[in-house]
């Protein structure tokens, strides 16, 4: 029988509130996975080219960012040859109609809006995790 690695994630959100929230959150739900936070795009793409780095088969990306924004750090990924088809799902507070196309026509895999309460957010962790597992193990099959 194959047994699946743990699904690793990566969050990039420049708001350590955010951040905390999230790894609070994939403890709650006793997430299968491993989660690791990223505090910039710059940030996350020094860490791609680290000797030995493990590759995450999903990012979870802000939108609004100093420095480099969202869909800046998106642009660069999906130019990147080595990460170019690791989904990026856009985590945003943001519902603007504009941001939405933008994000997909940048090829991101999916435009999710941050939810308001910790608990509606803990679902959405929840169900975002339960997905990308069953993604994961149909690709080992």
């Known amino acids: 029988m194959i047994y699946p ?4 994630v990566w969050l990039i959100d420049d708001s350590p509130a955010d951040r905390a929230l999230a790894e609070e959150a994939f403890v709650q739900c006793r997430a299968d996975c491993n989660l690791t936070t990223f ?8 860490a791609l080219h680290l000797p ?5 088969d999903v990012i979870l990306l802000d939108l609004q960012m100093p420095g480099m924004d969202g ?3 998106l642009k660069v990924l999906k130019e990147q040859e080595l990460v170019q088809y ?9 519902q603007s109609e504009q941001d939405v196309q933008q994000a997909y026509q940048q090829r991101a895999s ?8 910790f608990e509606a957010f803990l679902a ?3 169900s975002f995790v339960e997905f990308w597992v069953k993604a994961q193990l149909a690709t080992r099959l």
Do not use: C, H, N, W
């Not at 030995?52 to 995450?56: A, Q, R």
């Open 5 to 8: 690695r743990k699904l690793q």
């Open 39 to 46: 505090a910039s795009g710059l940030d996350t793409l020094t």
């Open 52 to 56: 030995g780095v493990v590759l995450p």
């Open 71 to 73: 869909f800046e750090v």
């Open 86 to 94: 690791i989904p990026v799902i856009m985590l945003t507070t943001s």
């Open 110 to 117: 999916a435009y999710l809006t941050k939810a308001v309460t």
């Open 124 to 126: 959405q962790v929840k």
